[in-house]
């Protein structure tokens, strides 16, 4: 029977899928990290989610494009050991006003910020309690409320 990490992720992953069809980039993209992710090829993820970096470094931001980042990260810190799931939890939630600011992704952005404070909440026993609340308010807003 699957643990609770794992039904979440397995539902994160089922919201986010959707979003494969709209655009063939997104779909490429979305599908190698979660082929990479359930390979557990932690080094693949990371290598994607740099050249995201770039991406994003070259071009004007966009909400789809922001997702793909939040995803990767979001992969890496469920994958990783404790040190890297630190480090990818707070990049992904150095990119909590992106949700605020989204128009089209809004609510799934909110659920991966949600997975990412309870990751930084799991490996970070001193942001632990404000953390795990944050996650929860998180997951109210990805649910539609405010």
Known sequence: ?????????????CTISHLSTA?????EVIQSG??????????????????LLDEANDDSQTEALNLQILF??????DLSSKKQKKKFSALC?????????????????????SAC????AESNFFKA????????????RALGGR
């Not at 655009?23 to 779909?27: A, E, G, M, R, V």
């Not at 949700?99 to 609510?107: D, H, W």
């Open 34 to 51: 979660l082929k990479s992710y359930l390979e557990s090829n932690t080094d693949g993820l990371i290598k994607m989610h740099d050249m």
């Open 93 to 113: 939630i150095s990119r909590s006003d992106l949700a605020a600011e989204a128009i089209n992704y809004q609510a799934e952005l909110f659920a991966l910020l």
């Open 72 to 77: 990767h990260e979001f992969l890496i810190s």
């Open 23 to 27: 655009d063939p980039l997104q779909s």
């Open 1 to 13: 029977m699957p643990n609770q990490k794992q039904l979440f992720s397995i539902l994160l992953l």
């Open 117 to 120: 404070y309870g990751f930084s």
């Open 129 to 140: 309690a404000s953390h795990g609340i944050k996650s929860g308010q998180m997951m109210e």
